[in-house]
């Protein structure tokens, strides 16, 4: 007798205060939906369930949610910590749904302080940040090292002055799983400081796609100046090379961090010249923002090009579990 096929049976699972509430909700689901996106966006949780019975409980607004999905004969996979902040029911037939995110940014790094920052490099910037607000941080290699000679924090909370030196340094700038990051966009790093493997992907891992390509901010190259205090005179940094050169607005200290500014905005240029979409029937539980993508079996150009994930939705419901992400071309895009 020939063996019966194997068929891949999507799962969850989550608790509340570390209690699984899986069972009692099994047999209820309407629909999962996971949004993870990078930087400072919350990720999101929207969960629908069917309360036909009148049994289920509301929980509190607060309540924290861990969230696991993925295959169940291939291992559940962490999606991190939810906080529930709305919840909804309505009928009939009743249903109740709850959307919780991530805790973020604006509610971790409250309240503005001023402190001069002094030849010191970012990778002690951030500790000393994440110190401040109990978090462990996350620094990417490229950047722990980079020196600044000075940097004013002038009546100005964490949050902003974290964000404008992700803004120099084209970093990401963000708390993720009570962890604060500072990574470079497309270090391809985990919450955790693990580099993420890359992904293939081929035509037939997809049900839907959507490649699109613009040369509006078609620059060839970045300038930005800064003051020259011994010769007295502006002077200009220039990364990329060619005829269209974009000018950046301010002003630097000195030609490292005027270099330093040229080059992050040029790796965002670069970035940001071709996008694409992809539907997956099956989910992709292993693919989150900042994965490096490869893919197969399209268009030469969309094949011949690098890309990274900026953006996932995980959605989990009676007609299984598939996955979309979003992706942009990694800085330097060709592979």
């Known amino acids: 007798m020939s063996e019966k096929p194997q068929y891949r049976r999507p799962g969850y699972r989550i608790t509340i205060g570390g209690q699984d509430i899986t069972p009692r909700i099994n047999g ?116 722990r090292g980079i020196r600044l000679g000075h940097i004013d924090q002038t009546d100005e909370s964490d949050l902003n002055f974290l964000t404008r030196l992700g803004q120099r340094y084209d970093a990401i700038a963000a708390v993720k799983s009570e962890r604060m990051l500072f990574t470079l966009a497309g270090e391809a790093l985990t919450a955790s400081g693990i580099a993420l493997p890359g992904v293939t992907l081929t035509r037939r891992d997809g049900d839907q796609h959507r490649y699109s390509q613009t040369d509006r901010d078609s620059y060839t190259g970045v300038r930005a100046h800064w003051n020259d205090k011994a010769g007295s005179k502006r002077q200009t940094a220039i990364a990329g090379e060619g005829e269209k050169f974009k000018d950046l607005r301010a002003t630097y200290a000195s030609e490292a961090d005027a270099l330093e500014a040229a080059k992050a905005e040029l790796r965002r240029i670069q970035r940001g010249t071709a996008e694409f979409g992809l539907t997956m029937a099956h989910g992709r539980a292993d693919i989150t923002p900042e994965t490096p993508i490869t893919l197969r079996g399209w268009k030469p150009q969309i094949d011949g090009t690098g890309w990274l994930v900026t953006e996932v939705t995980d959605s989990l419901d009676d007609s299984g579990y598939g996955t979309t992400i979003k992706c942009e071309t990694r800085a330097g895009g060709e592979m």
């Open 28 to 143: 209820r689901l309407i629909n999962l939906r996971i949004t993870s996106q990078r930087g400072q966006e919350a990720d999101q949780l929207d969960l629908a369930l069917t309360d036909h019975d009148g049994q289920l409980e509301l929980p509190p607004r607060g309540a924290r949610l861990t969230v696991a999905i993925g295959w169940q004969d291939e291992g559940l996979l962490d999606r991190g910590v939810f906080i529930v902040d709305e919840i909804e029911h309505s009928g009939s037939p009743d249903q109740l749904t709850i959307r919780a995110r991530a805790a973020d940014m604006r509610n971790l790094l409250p309240g503005k302080r001023s402190q001069s920052w002094h030849d010191i490099t970012l990778g002690d910037i951030v500790d000393t940040i994440a110190k401040r607000h109990e978090l462990s941080p996350v620094i990417g290699d490229t950047l």
